[in-house]
């Protein structure tokens, strides 16, 4: 499993563990201290469990949306690697069939000039 890391330096599986701690202290301070009735408090708690979750899901979600965009990211500069490598190739062609073409032409010169000796 790849550990994700947010822009602080900060794994997301560590971050979404902190929430669910942070929920779970706040449930048992709301236990400890709540002035109410055992119905209103475990309402609270369910209340305080679904914000939890809710913000765990949220993080999930982005980090998905962050995981696909670093993809499409990729994939474009992917897309952009091999078309510079296609374009270089046609360069590097190019520059061999100048070559061949000028070696050629060379060799057509030195032909007629030892023609001429003949």
Do not use: C
């Amino acid at each position: 499993m790849m550990d994700y890391e947010s822009d602080n330096g900060i794994g997301y599986s560590a971050l979404g563990i902190a929430l669910l701690a942070g929920a779970a202290a706040g449930a048992v301070t709301a236990l400890l201290f709540a002035p109410q009735t055992g119905d209103r408090t475990r309402e609270q708690l369910r209340q305080q469990a679904n914000r939890a979750w809710d913000r765990v899901v949220t993080s999930r979600e982005r980090m998905n949306e962050r995981v696909e965009e670093l993809l499409d990211t990729i994939a474009i500069h992917s897309e952009e690697l091999v078309q510079k490598g296609k374009e270089l190739s046609d360069k590097e062609r190019q520059r061999l069939n100048d070559g061949i073409a000028l070696a050629r032409s060379e060799l057509d010169r030195l032909r007629r000039r030892l023609a001429r000796l003949d």
